[in-house]
């Protein structure tokens, strides 16, 4: 049993799932200073406040598997990435802090909304970076990170930031459609339809930029026969765009457009394992080179065939038990006030 093969993908599937989960609820930070009343604001909080916290789950055993599974991977990431990792767990805690305290009071209340939305940008930029990073390449010397303080900001960089950002607001924005009615429900779906714009852009852009950072890409993508095997990525790709212009344009379905803009994200993604594979960082190091002895991962795999399948069942009944929309002036945190 080829088991670094088998962390990878457990990995990967822990990070999608952090990005899916925890995107929407960073988005709706993203829009906050857009939502135009406090009301609005409210509701969209209430939203995801019985969600939130459980999203970031995912971000832990991303790391802590990595860390775990990966030891060598980790050992050079860090290093290349301290920066924006440091800003996007303080943005996270910046974060969290606001969305407990906006609730306690009424003066200070612009202030918390304000570190609301800053924590999300930051924290989804940061994630972007370090995306970015990872994919134009690690200098790698020896068995460690080679290079210097500021190799994570350059001009692609910056783009895949902005284009998590982007991308990011758009799952917040078919979030709210879904989960709320009237004017609110309107405005999102105003916001998605140029948000999803800009996220085919940002999506078009790395692309297309993607087989000049590395020669491994290149080949992946443009060379025959390899070409078979992404060539369906693009052709999906359109077709979840497709599907999300139609289902903003109907009004009728509530889902549709969160779920299009979900498959956006999961295409990218596996758009980007398809350039990685086998390796773990490109340009050189492969999965196998990376992982830990098999006997550790034996052990792990044990944990986690038992705690993976523990947080997506409590994950699923969060999700059902607060299905349905969030009407305005109910909500999870109204007791307080």
Same mark, same amino acid.
């Given at each position: 049993m080829d088991l670094p093969l088998l962390w990878a993908f457990i990995l990967a599937f822990a990070v999608l799932a952090y990005v899916v989960l925890d995107g929407f609820d960073l988005g709706?930070?993203?829009?906050?200073?857009?939502l135009k009343r406090h009301e609005n604001r409210d509701t969209a909080m209430n939203t995801i406040a019985p969600f939130w916290d459980g999203n970031e789950t995912w971000l832990v055993l991303g790391g802590g598997g990595l860390f775990a599974v990966f030891?060598?991977?980790?050992?050079?990431?860090m290093p290349a990435l301290y920066a924006p990792v440091i800003a996007?767990?303080?943005?996270?805690?910046?974060?969290? =802090?606001?969305?407990?305290?906006?609730?306690?009071?009424?003066?200070?209340?612009?202030?918390?909304d304000m570190s609301f939305f800053?924590? @999300?940008?930051?924290?989804?930029?940061?994630?972007?970076?370090?995306?970015?990073?990872?994919?134009? *390449?690690?200098?790698?010397?020896?068995?460690?990170?080679?290079?210097?303080?500021?190799?994570?900001?350059?001009?692609?960089?910056?783009?895949?930031?902005?284009?998590?950002? =982007? *991308?990011?607001?758009?799952?917040?924005a078919t979030w709210i459609i879904m989960k709320t009615d009237g004017p609110l429900n309107r405005l999102a779906a105003r916001y998605a339809a140029a948000l999803a714009i800009g996220t085919l852009v940002g999506i078009a852009i790395v692309s297309a930029w993607m087989p000049f950072l590395q020669p491994t890409f290149y080949?992946?993508?443009?060379?025959? /026969?390899q070409i078979l095997f992404v060539a369906p990525i693009p052709i999906l790709v359109a077709l979840a765009a497709f599907s999300l212009f139609q289902a903003l344009k109907d009004h009728v379905s509530n889902y549709r457009p969160f779920l299009s803009a979900l498959a956006l994200?999961?295409?990218?993604?596996?758009?980007?394992?398809? @350039?990685?594979?086998?390796?773990?960082? /490109?340009?050189?190091?492969?999965?196998?080179?990376?992982?830990?002895?098999? @006997?550790s991962l034996l052990f792990m795999l044990v944990g986690a065939s038992v705690l993976i399948p523990a947080i997506l069942a409590y994950t699923t009944y969060s999700y059902w038990v607060f299905r349905g929309k969030v009407i305005e002036g109910e909500g999870y945190h109204t007791h307080h006030h």
């Open positions: 709706i930070g993203i829009l906050f200073p857009f030891p060598l991977a980790y050992a050079i990431v996007m767990l303080l943005a996270l805690i910046f974060r969290g =802090v606001a969305f407990e305290f906006r609730w306690r009071t009424v003066r200070w209340r612009g202030v918390w800053i924590g @999300s940008v930051v924290a989804a930029f940061a994630q972007g970076v370090a995306l970015g990073t990872i994919v134009q *390449g690690i200098e790698v010397s020896g068995r460690a990170y080679g290079g210097g303080w500021y190799d994570w900001l350059t001009p692609f960089s910056v783009v895949t930031g902005l284009a998590v950002v =982007v *991308g990011y607001a758009l799952l917040g080949s992946r993508w443009f060379s025959f /026969p994200f999961v295409l990218s993604f596996v758009g980007i394992g398809i @350039s990685f594979y086998p390796n773990i960082l /490109p340009p050189e190091l492969t999965i196998w080179q990376a992982a830990a002895p098999d @006997s």
